[in-house]
C-alpha cells in the first residue's frame, strides 16, 4: 500500500520566516495531495491541495509544489504569523471517490514572536 | 467544502460498554464516508470505509465487530465501539467528500472517547 514520509516532525521559526513542510509519497499511482491544518482537539482543515498535472499552486501565504518525478511534495508557508502555528498534515490519495487518504506522521509547527 | 457533524463530541464511558458516534453530513449526500482514528500526536489512520446502503470496507487490523458501522441514509453514518476498554481511548473522526470533488475530503469535528 501506500506509504507517505513527511518531514519534519517539528519545525520552529520566527513570525515572519518562512516554513517549508515535506512529504514523499511511494504509489505512483497517486494523483491527488492535500494538505490540512489541525489545531489541538479539533479537526483536520483543507488548507491547499494539488494534482498530479500541475506542479505548482499558490494560495496568498500558502503554496504547495509537487515533483511526480521524485514523489516528494511540499508545503510552503511564507510570513509567517503565529496563528498558523498547529500540526500539519500531507497525504496522498488515488483518484476516485472511493479511494482512500494515505497520511503523514505530522509536523508540529510552532511560529515564535 | 462540506459541512459534517459529529455527535457526541466527547463521552466517558466505563470498560465494557458500548459507544456510538454520529457522523452527519449537512449539506451533502454522502454515498462514502470515511471513519479514523488518532491517537495524542499521531496521525490519522484510516479504520473503515462506510458505503451507504452495503457493508463498510475495514482497513487491515480493524476488528469489524468491535467497530461497527452502519450507512442507513446518504445523511447518516454510525461508529459503535462495542464492549469499549481503556485502550479505544482516542479521538475518531469521520470524513466526506464534498462539493469540490470526488477527491477532497472534509473532517467532522472529532469525537473524544475515554473508556475509564
Known amino acids: 500500500g501506500e506509504n507517505v514520509e513527511q518531514h519534519p516532525s517539528t519545525l520552529s521559526v520566527q513570525e515572519g520566516d518562512s516554513a517549508v513542510i515535506k512529504c514523499t509519497y511511494s504509489?505512483?499511482?497517486?494523483?491527488?495531495f492535500p494538505w490540512y491544518k489541525q489545531e489541538l482537539g479539533k479537526r483536520p482543515q483543507l488548507i491547499i491541495d494539488?494534482?498530479?498535472?500541475?506542479g505548482e499552486k499558490k494560495d496568498q501565504r500558502i503554496a504547495v509544489t509537487l515533483n511526480k518525478t521524485a514523489k516528494h511534495f511540499s508545503l510552503h508557508i511564507t510570513e509567517t504569523q503565529p496563528e498558523d502555528s498547529a500540526v500539519y498534515f500531507c497525504a496522498s490519495k488515488r483518484g476516485g471517490g472511493g479511494n482512500k487518504l494515505t497520511f503523514g506522521t505530522g509536523t508540529q509547527l510552532k511560529v515564535e514572536l | 467544502g462540506a459541512v459534517v457533524s459529529q455527535h457526541p463530541s466527547w463521552v466517558i464511558c466505563k470498560s465494557g460498554t458500548s459507544v456510538k458516534i454520529e457522523c452527519r453530513s449537512l449539506?451533502?449526500?454522502?454515498?462514502?464516508m470515511f471513519w479514523y482514528r488518532q491517537f495524542p500526536k499521531q496521525s490519522l489512520m484510516l479504520m473503515a470505509t462506510?458505503?451507504?446502503?452495503?457493508?463498510?470496507?475495514?482497513e487491515q487490523g480493524v476488528e469489524k465487530d468491535k467497530f461497527l458501522i452502519n450507512h442507513a441514509s446518504l445523511t447518516l453514518s454510525t461508529l459503535t465501539v462495542t464492549s469499549a476498554h481503556p485502550e479505544d481511548s482516542s479521538f475518531y473522526i469521520c470524513s466526506q467528500k464534498g462539493w469540490a470533488g470526488e477527491d477532497t475530503q472534509y473532517f467532522g469535528p472529532g469525537t473524544r472517547l475515554t473508556v475509564l
Open positions: 449539506d451533502f449526500q454522502a454515498t462514502t
Open positions: 494539488i494534482r498530479s498535472n500541475v
Open positions: 462506510s458505503n451507504e446502503g452495503s457493508k463498510a470496507t475495514y
Open positions: 504509489d505512483s499511482a497517486s494523483n491527488y
